[in-house]
């Protein structure tokens, strides 16, 4: 075991106070405190860390998408001294994707399908390379006109409207990794929790690390998500300075979002590090 201590916020999710018109407010909130964590059983995570090019090839999906300046400055102003941090230590580093891609371009992604493979072959599960995820392979609920209607509002009322849809599928046509999170070597890459998961058991590693966009969207519920690993077992932190969130109209100006999303990981999932800490810390 490399055992290390490393800075960490959590959220002390007690006591109500019920002397106080809002009980709530009698809990002990967030509080620092060094922490180990062992670097042979601990992997950072990259997750969706996407090329969304510029507004100008694609201003439907800026609208559509308003933290992807977000997190263009955090690939630009975070990812190149915290990944080669990483990279320099022999901290291990996982890439969470989608097949768009083309996750095939990369030696890691072999790996992983060859685990995946292993891993399938004494309990029944899909074939190595499958994207399905355990829901889609138990199958999805039958649909009807009610539902195909209500699907079509909320997609041109909702998210993300009908005039920015063509943009946003141009943009995934030729999806790419950010050129500041793009995976070098055969550092493992993954589309799915069954692949991250496999990864996981082969290189004994039971807390992820994730960074990558967005905290409150794909690295909570996609695949490869915190709450998949979680129900597996792993411990499930994050990175402050590496992720952002999707932020409506009333809580983009102070990032509120973000924030509740910082406090549910702290609540329910792992631990919140600063840049900086991890970076010194991984260092020494």
Known sequence: ?????????????????????????GYGGWKKTELPIDTDHTALVVMHAWDNGTIEQYPGWYR????????????????????????????RLFHVTIPEAQPSRFKGYARVQSLVAKDNSCCGLAESGS???AAEESGTVE??????????????NVFPGLHNQPDINRGFSCLNFM????????????????????????????????????????????????????RRGVLCSTI????TAIENGESARNEAAKELALWRVALLYGFVYNADDFINSISK
Do not use: W
Request: proline share 6%; charged share 20%.
């Open 1 to 25: 075991m490399s055992r290390i201590m490393i800075p960490a916020f959590y959220y002390q999710q007690f006591d109500a106070d019920y002397s106080k018109h809002v009980p709530a407010e």
């Open 64 to 91: 559509a998408v308003e933290y992807i300046r977000r997190a263009q400055n955090i690939a630009d102003g975070i990812f190149p001294e915290l990944l080669g941090a990483v990279r320099q230590s022999g901290f």
């Open 131 to 133: 994207t399905e995820s």
């Open 143 to 156: 649909g009807d006109p009610v539902l195909d209607e209500l699907r079509r509002f909320r997609e041109a």
């Open 179 to 230: 050129k500041q999170a793009m995976p070098q070597g055969d550092e493992p890459v993954v589309i799915n929790s069954e692949q991250l998961f496999a990864l996981c058991k082969s290189e004994g590693i039971n807390h992820l690390i994730y960074t990558g966009f967005a905290i409150d969207g794909c690295l909570l519920i996609s695949p490869g998500g915190m709450v998949d690993m979680s």
């Open 240 to 243: 402050r300075q590496a992720v």
